[in-house]
């Protein structure tokens, strides 16, 4: 259907999605329910077509890149991570939450608050929630944190974040860009003043993790907390 029309009133994003969701489906499916080839093959050859339609299409780019194990690309790519989310972030909850049981800020907020109580830790003076999304780990730090941060590359993740009422701050960046200030010894008010940094479910998009690592322990005081949740593969 999509070949036999006239290409230029069709709008090329639209299709490309098309191709993308259709790459996507086939890619989940055993290889073997496919004809002639296996499914894996065929969820390419979509997904290649979409970034032919529209080759800024960040999820066909990710999913490509997975499908076929492209040594090149490490980590999900900031665009893809932006255009995920902000997709997302209207129903983010409701899916985790509801639908998946997501535990991953209580599962944090469980393991800070135990070692904080054994170390008779009180509270930390400025926390960095960092890829804070929809804001789920702010209730569960407010009261423990005297300046309390979010961050994350998604706007509209942000704009839900902001709707909770509990971050003194919230900022739109990529995490390693965003704790530079944390690192220059110019700005003295803000240089390694990190008490705690949180991250829950974030490091999942990311490659090499001990460049990110390093960031944050350049921004972090002396004697400072850093809590993170990982998958295990």
């Known amino acids: 259907i999509v070949q036999g029309m006239d290409q230029s009133l069709v709008d ?15 890619s ?21 077509q979409a ?15 997975a499908l076929v194990a492209d040594p090149s690309i490490t980590e999900a ?4 991570i932006t255009s995920l989310f902000d997709e997302y972030a209207a129903t983010f909850d409701q899916a985790l939450l509801s639908g998946l049981h997501y535990q991953a800020p209580q ?11 054994a170390h008779k830790r009180g509270k930390f ?4 929630d960092a890829g804070c999304g929809t804001g789920l780990c702010g209730p569960l730090f407010r009261n423990i944190s005297g300046t309390l941060i979010g961050l994350d590359l998604s706007p509209e993740m942000v704009e839900k974040a902001r709707e909770r009422m509990v ?3 919230l900022e739109v960046a990529e ?25 829950a479910d974030v490091f999942v998009y990311q490659g090499d993790l001990a460049r990110l690592f390093q960031a944050c322990a350049r921004s972090l005081k002396q004697g400072a907390w850093f809590a993170f949740t990982l998958e295990r593969l």
């Open 167 to 169: 971050y003194d701050e």
């Open 175 to 199: 995490i390693g860009k965003a704790l530079e200030k944390y690192q220059d010894k110019g700005e003295q008010r803000l240089f390694r003043q990190l008490d705690l940094i949180v991250a």
């Open 28 to 48: 989940s499916l055993p290889s073997h329910r496919c004809k002639n080839i296996p499914c894996g093959e065929h969820a390419a050859k979509k997904l290649r």
């Open 12 to 26: 090329q994003s639209q299709i490309s999605m098309l191709y993308y969701l259709l790459g996507a489906a086939l």
């Open 125 to 128: 003076g400025t926390v960095l």
């Open 51 to 65: 970034l032919r339609h529209n080759p800024r299409n960040e999820e066909a780019k990710h999913a490509l890149s």
């Open 77 to 80: 790519s900031a665009e893809y």
């Open 107 to 117: 599962l944090l907020w469980d393991m800070v608050s135990a070692q904080a109580e």
